[in-house]
């Protein structure tokens, strides 16, 4: 139950993760490399997007990218909550930086894209760009509500909570196009029948998602440990203060 | 754990954690029908966080707190419709009359209670249409201390009842705790004052835990 | 007298002494809601256009005013340990509140909301669906509400962290109520959404608020 | 240091330590305008009409979220008497509370507001006038809403009065500040009023706040 | 009228009306360089409210305060900048930590102040990181408390000072209260309990209003 101290040992998460990263790391590099040429300049420009298309390599991963980094973020919460596990919670907490740059990413290349495409950059009728605005204030209020919590076993449940209930939310955004008529064009990957989209397109989209996938636990890893060194110091302290 | 067959409140091995700060660890005693337990100890201690502890509030970092030999935790609904709590805040709505404050209390604790014997015996009677706005600081805590005439509860758990009361006052709360003692109840009581409830016992808090005999 | 109704039974209490809940609500809801003439100018159909919106936005933000203090209120005078060892579990006593609180801000919202639909020039065949809507609306805005309000009880000052909190959870209610109200016609879908809303919200938010709720009691 | 300086530096280190104060307040500002056109549903064309009325009611609506405890906070842990101790007339520590509230709460929202603007296709060139609006106008809006804060904290008396009392004195602000933003080639003449309405109540709010707070001291 | 002439704090024929209900009447006494006055009463017989009066922040319903002979209702501002008055509530802020909360305090109230010792001398030195939310009520107290030393004012108001204070935190209190009426200090205290201050008067309120020597 007291579970912020436990981090004075050395745990199994460490030298796991140690040997994760390194592989992570360079997998973010590899497929980065290979995803971004492909993209830029292996994959054929559109018929009616010309080269404006090559935004989509970065906007629809990132997108993707958002929501289930939300999903994650609620799983580790729940888990954290139930098991009051710290990993967890630390770990749920260290997705909610990471998923809400990954919306803004979203968010601006959609605008960027929007520009050309449907000649403005926002359209506030549209409910998926509203609703995934959405998405980034609660991703806003998950980490407010972590600063203002002094004691970070009491954020953790408080955040895990509200993790939790907005949940519901991410179904609203998916499927927000099917629901609306929207400016922005319904799912066209994942979706029943298959895929829509041409496999010269299809196969650079799927590296980048790799590479934004390898990218994401890669950071997450990171900023784990060092939270975990971080809260290791705190209670060497406090036994050093004690004693 | 909590040893099975032992009537009454038994505090097992606990151990207290405030933010990373260690209060208080390994502390153990327990509380019988008829007993009064002082928690004393200078500012700071533990004496607070572990009445709060007791009334299921915080969850303890370590070891267990058992009613008739079970772990409260196992079922705290009836843990906590067994006991009261009096902690430093005074729980009344400044808009409400002393009455109506008690009332409503007394309600959500119980089915029934009757309310105007318990303000008189805390000599509010003539109180009891004030609005608790207009209360002075002694007034106000007798009216918080009043539930516990109002709604019988075996186990009372009293945060420094004593600050502001006058002297005539904490002859009554003596009185009434008396009388709580008679009808099996218990209480533990943290306090910086003496009181005059014979036979109690005393915790001594801060680093060494232990009872000493009445 | 049940725990239940005595939870409920103090709240409308307080509320009436302290004067105001019910009226500051609706005066709130009117005058967002008056507003908008203002801004968008007297042009009835301009304004007809944006009538549900408004509506709903000045509901959804009335409700929210009124809920920021639901419960740091009973945890600032220690109210909240008492309300703690009532004999009921705490999912009941947060239900209780939450019903107390409906009914002194969200059924006067209801009661108000033709008023405004006058304001603001909503079609006359509206405003059965939009009492409707209303009716149905509002008590998953204060359950969803009471999350953000008991997420921050124990907080001081944590009240201004509740919009942020809240607002983006508001978002269903807000769309079905104003998709009911902007086409009357075809209401029946939306509402049956916004039923599905607040009855969900009936058994989530509670939980949730209960589990909150714990936090502030340490 | 002189007492009132010491009255702004402390308001604002509580404020930065409870964290987000400014970046609650902007946050609530985007959310509540970027909820409006959601509920409205719009083309651009009318989403440009409403945007104006939008935009002063969202600043109206964070202030007042910020604002209702101003005194109330202090009044409720004593710090208030300590205030009342300063060597300094009750005049100038209520103004000093709210020039901190003002640079904690009102000038991220002047700063905010091109963004909301841009949010709601506000024309280009109103955007120096929201702008210079939003400067004139929202220490109106901090100082009016001091004197309901001041009569919430000694609420003992204040009951329904405080909501119908200050939401009128808002409506003056609303009126010149949307007059300003929605036709910028005129907005000389409802400028000048904005600050005509902030000069006065910078004198009028500190004198009747410091008197309602006296109240709260009794 | 308060006496010309007459150096210190002067009460003459004071009224306190609260709503409707009078609480005393024709209340006169006076307090000179390092007088201690105790105020004594049974619950709700204006002791606080006494205490209110005297700093200011209640008008009289009749007769008046002096300082040094003059009417201290002439120049409210000029009173209100020489006493100090630490009543029930903390005056804490619990996101502030302990040195900023009596820091800004301090400032509020003077140009100049030593914060460091005046924590140091309440036993608080090793809190002054520490946020005011995670203190015990006596620590809380004993933060209160420190504005006495750290901003000197020749005026004390204390409405129960030793409430929720450990025995070695009421004789911290009692040292620096001697050391204050040694340079000429006076402090008025309303309290239930005994403190040792030798030579304060006593003024027993309710019905017999009356000063008891020393
Ligand atoms: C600010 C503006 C935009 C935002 C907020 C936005 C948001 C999103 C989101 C949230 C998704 C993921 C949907 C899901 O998996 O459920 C997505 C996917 C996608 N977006 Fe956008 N978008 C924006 C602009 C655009 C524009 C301008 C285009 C191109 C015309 C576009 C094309 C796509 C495509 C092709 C997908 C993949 C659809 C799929 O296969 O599921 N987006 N966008
Ligand atoms: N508006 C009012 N109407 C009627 N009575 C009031 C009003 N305001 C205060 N009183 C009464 O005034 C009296 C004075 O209260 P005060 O707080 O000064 O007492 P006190 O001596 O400090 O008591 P305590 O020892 O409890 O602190 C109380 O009896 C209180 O009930
Ligand atoms: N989050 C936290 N981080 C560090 N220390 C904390 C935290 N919360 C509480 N504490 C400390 O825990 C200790 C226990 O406080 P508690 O209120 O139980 O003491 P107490 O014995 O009741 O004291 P008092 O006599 O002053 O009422 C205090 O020293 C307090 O400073
Ligand atoms: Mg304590
Ligand atoms: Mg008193």
């Not at chain 1, 973010?28 to 490399?33: D, E, N, Q």
């Not at chain 1, 630390?90 to 930086?97: E, G, L, R, V």
């Not at chain 2, 604790?109 to 303000?119: F, H, I, R, S």
């Amino acid at each position: 139950m007291s579970g912020w101290h436990r981090f004075a040992n050395p745990t199994r998460f460490s030298r796991l993760s140690a040997r994760i990263l390194p592989w992570a790391l360079a997998l973010t590099i590899v497929l980065f490399a290979a995803g971004l040429y492909l993209a830029l300049v292996g994959s054929p420009p559109d018929a009616r997007q010309k080269d404006t298309v090559r935004i989509m390599y970065i906007h629809v991963p990132a997108a993707w990218m958002a929501l289930s980094t939300y999903v994650l973020m609620a799983i580790f919460s729940g888990m954290g909550f139930i098991w009051k596990h710290p990993l967890a919670d630390i770990a749920a907490k260290n997705c909610a930086p990471v998923g809400a740059g990954f919306t803004l990413l979203a968010l601006i290349t959609g605008a960027l894209w929007g520009a050309p495409m449907w000649g403005t950059w926002w359209e506030w009728g549209d409910a998926r760009l509203t609703s995934f605005l959405i998405l980034f204030f609660l991703y806003l209020g998950y980490i407010a509500l972590w600063q203002v919590f002094e004691d970070p076993e009491k954020a953790a449940r408080a955040a895990a909570i509200l993790a939790l209930v907005g949940l519901i939310n991410i179904p609203v955004i998916h499927f927000s196009v099917q629901w609306w008529n929207t400016l922005h064009q319904p799912a066209s990957v994942f979706r029943r029948g298959g895929p829509t989209i041409d496999p010269a397109m299809l196969w650079p989209l799927f590296i980048m998602l790799a590479a934004f996938e390898a990218y994401f636990v890669s950071v997450l890893l990171l900023r784990i440990r060092a939270e975990v060194a971080e809260w290791r110091v705190r209670a060497l302290q406090m036994m050093q203060a004690e004693a | 754990m909590p040893n099975a067959g032992i009537i009454g409140l038994t505090v097992d091995n606990l151990t207290c954690r405030r933010g990373e700060h260690e209060v208080f660890a390994g502390l153990s005693c327990s509380v019988h029908p008829g007993d009064v337990l002082y928690l004393r100890g200078p500012n700071g201690a533990g004496k607070s966080s572990l009445l709060r502890i007791l009334a299921g509030f915080i969850a303890p970092a370590a070891g267990a707190v058992g009613w008739d030999g079970e772990d409260v935790a196992v079922d705290p609904l009836a843990h906590r419709s067994r006991l009261h709590y009096v902690g430093h805040l005074d729980t009344l709505k400044p808009v409400l009359t002393a009455a109506e404050n008690l009332s409503t209390q007394a309600a959500m604790l119980e089915e029934q209670a009757d309310v105007d014997t318990a303000l008189r015996r805390f000599g509010l009677g003539n109180l009891r249409d004030l609005p608790a706005r207009f209360l002075s600081a002694g007034q106000r805590r007798r009216l918080a201390l009043a539930r516990l005439a109002a709604v019988p509860r075996p186990l009372w758990l009293l945060d420094e009842p004593t600050v502001a009361l006058d002297a005539g006052s904490v002859e009554r709360l003596e009185t009434l705790i008396a009388e709580h003692r008679a009808t099996g109840g218990m209480a533990v009581i943290a306090t910086h004052t003496d009181m005059n409830l014979p036979g109690a016992y005393t915790l001594e808090l801060e680093g060494r835990q232990r009872v000493a005999a009445p | 007298m049940s725990p239940f109704l005595a939870v409920v039974r103090r709240d409308l209490l307080i509320a009436r002494r302290q004067g105001g809940g019910s009226l500051l609500a609706v005066a709130f809801f009117v005058v967002v809601a008056a507003l908008f003439p203002f801004a968008v100018g007297a042009d009835p159909i301009s304004l007809r256009q944006v009538a549900p919106g408004v509506i709903w936005v000045s509901a959804l933000l009335a409700t929210l005013l009124s809920l920021d203090r639901l419960f740091q209120a009973d945890f600032e005078d220690g109210s909240l340990d008492v309300l703690a060892l009532s004999p009921q579990p705490l999912f009941f006593t947060v239900l209780a509140k939450v019903l107390a609180h409906w009914l002194v801000v969200g059924l006067p919202l209801v009661i108000a909301s033709p008023l405004v639909g006058v304001l603001l020039n909503l079609p006359v065949e509206a405003f059965p669906v939009l009492v409707a809507a209303t009716l149905i609306g509002t008590p998953a805005l204060s359950l969803v509400g009471a999350i953000g309000a008991a997420l921050t009880a124990g907080i001081r000052r944590g009240g201004v962290l509740v919009p942020l909190l809240v607002l983006p959870l508001y978002i269903p209610t807000l769309i079905f109520g104003v998709a009911a109200t902007a086409d009357p016609a075809h209401a029946a879908e939306p509402l049956m959404l916004l039923g599905a809303v607040s009855l969900v919200s009936l058994v989530l938010a509670p939980l949730a608020s209960a589990a909150a709720l714990r936090l502030a009691l340490e």
